[in-house]
């Protein structure tokens, strides 16, 4: 290398020096090895050799002077050297320096090896799990996992065989064993099972790209799942709940039969879904 350190004797001295501060620093508080300090070391050699080579006195350096730091930065364009953390070559039009870089996809506390970017910004696809567009400087990343799309398959089948259910409700309405199921009220389990769809659908386009989740789109998405999820449940067993308790209001009082409309029955599940919407108006306002 330039400085006469290979990374192995860098990284042995640099663990001595933090040894040292450890031992004489009397507070809890403990320096570790910073996985930064090979590229900071560079980067002070490589500018040491662009001041080395324009012939400028460091001494001269103001703030402020434009014309210094261009002179600095055209020496430093045509430095090629090896450091300890890997050759040293600034790119011209960026600034940076390339490193080849493995890209990993974390998920349930496991990582895997998804891409490899190795030199001229080409990408290896190595999983089927990333897909990346030919462009390194404007790559746009659809995660696709088979498990998240065969769950997303089988959640639009559940939708499909629940509205054709329900067209067959409405259809065959007038049948004996629809009407003493309660007809209206089957139309609010049939509209809860289709809003817990629409939210698990939302939740898995969440998961499973990982890049909106630092977005505007990923908050809406998980926020609206958050308010779906307990809003479907209500609509489908609060329902369930309601048309079971008019069947005990019968048994026990068949002698007596006290009428029990639909109407205060949905009265029922819209009173929890009241409470619905203030928990997740409370939620929403302070998280």
């Keep these: 290398t330039e400085s006469g350190l290979s990374y192995d004797k860098y990284l042995q001295l640099y663990q001595e020096k933090v040894d040292l501060y450890n031992r004489l620093n009397k507070s809890d508080v403990h320096v570790t090895v910073n996985i930064f300090a ?5 980067g002070v050699w490589a500018l040491a050799l662009a001041l080395n080579n324009s012939g400028l006195n460091l001494s001269d350096y103001r703030h402020g002077k434009p014309d210094m730091t261009a002179v600095l930065r055209q020496h430093m364009y045509q430095l090629e050297f090896e450091g300890v953390s890997g050759p040293m070559k600034f790119d011209r039009d960026t600034g940076f320096v390339f490193r080849s870089a493995n ?16 030199e001229a910004d080409v ?33 639009l089948t559940l939708f499909v065989l629940i509205f ?41 386009i969440y998961k499973a790209v990982p890049q909106i989740s630092d977005k505007a789109a990923g908050s809406i998405c998980h926020s609206l799942w958050a308010w779906l999820f307990p809003i479907s449940c209500t609509l489908i067993f609060g329902t369930i709940t309601a048309r079971t308790w008019r069947l005990y209001q019968i048994f026990i009082n068949y002698l007596d039969p006290r009428p029990v409309s ?24 302070i998280d």
């Design 38 to 42: 090979t590229l900071a070391f560079d």
């Design 262 to 285: 639909n109407l205060m029955l949905s009265m029922f599940v819209f009173t929890l879904l009241f409470f619905d919407v203030v928990i997740g108006s409370v939620w929403t306002a």
């Design 164 to 204: 054709a259910a329900h067209v067959a409700t409405m259809v065959y309405r007038s049948y004996h064993s629809l009407k003493a199921s309660s007809v209206r009220l089957n139309h609010l389990i049939y509209f809860g099972c289709y809003i817990f769809i629409c939210g698990t659908l939302l939740y898995e």
């Design 123 to 155: 990408f290896r696809n190595i999983s089927s799990a990333l897909f990346i567009s030919d462009s390194f400087n404007n790559t746009t990343t659809t995660v696709k996992t088979p498990i998240a799309a065969i769950f997303s398959l089988v959640t």
């Design 103 to 118: 890209i990993f996809q974390v998920a349930n506390a496991s990582e895997i090896l998804v891409a490899y970017v190795g």
